[in-house]
């Protein structure tokens, strides 16, 4: 591999179409506010390197951040890109991550609106995200140890594990289909409406109205804190340790729980309420 190192790159395209190339301690800033630094790269590895500027990876493959700081100002940083190693490294662009795919993050830290939208094949562990619209419309996911804070998360996202995390968020998993979260907390409101095949296994739920309208949920040995109106119209099997506040008109299944406070069925449900209640103890 070629070798670049102790430099600085203000210019439109300053390193346009670099192949077989590391990088080392360079700085990508300056008044000249050129855009696009390394855009139709290949086997490229960035180590130690400062990030200022505009859209620098898009229609790169394989390559590697190391230790690599993209400030507030080099918004879209990696489109279009694929085969993409991200470790040690903070992303703190608007648009980080969009369309790409094979992509692996390391022990990173990211804040970033609309972060890894239709993005494909990525495996992240140990990642601290802040942002919205965190991987919308994202296919194949495997996430261990994620720390996330934000709104509508996960939206429309295919195919996704994740696992031993902690999500403060508002309305994820809309839409999702064949998801699997294990022993995470899931905190906010109206979580998972319209989701399909969603599995919860030993998470803790906390917020109002989650788990609505869903097809094939299920949810095993899970706890549900503060949660009220849980599972209006949704086809669900439920298996929950502990109490939950309320549930409403739950279409077919059913809900195990050592209690449920109250049972809402109403009289103009737009579905028949089916789902069998089977309860330890029972207080309405």
Known sequence: MKKIENQRFGEERALYGLTDTIVINCQFTGEEDGESALKESQNVHLKNCYMDLRYPLWHDTDVILENVTMTENCRAA??????????????????????????????????????????TNIVANNIKIKG???????????????????????????????????????????????????????KGEYLAWYSENLTLIRCKIIGTQPLCYCKNLKLINCEMIDTDLAFEYSSVEATIKGSIDSVKNPK????????????????????????????KQYSH
Request: include cysteine.
């Open 78 to 119: 990696l489109w279009y890109t694929s085969k993409v190693t991200i470790k040690n490294s903070h992303l703190l662009g608007i648009k980080a991550l969009r369309e790409c795919s094979h992509i692996e993050i390391q022990n990173t830290e990211i804040v970033s609106p609309e972060f890894g939208w239709r993005s």
């Open 132 to 186: 919205e619209y965190l991987f919308f419309e994202a296919k194949n996911l495997k996430l261990n140890q994620m720390e996330f804070e934000g709104k509508y998360s996960f939206q429309y996202v295919e195919e996704m594990e994740i696992t031993k995390s902690n999500l403060a968020t508002k309305d994820a998993f809309w839409h999702s289909k064949n998801v699997t979260v294990k022993d995470s907390t899931l």
């Open 252 to 279: 077919s299944g059913y809900i195990e729980a050592d209690d449920i406070k109250e049972v809402l069925i109403t009289e103009d449900a737009k579905y028949k309420p089916e789902a069998k209640i089977k309860l």
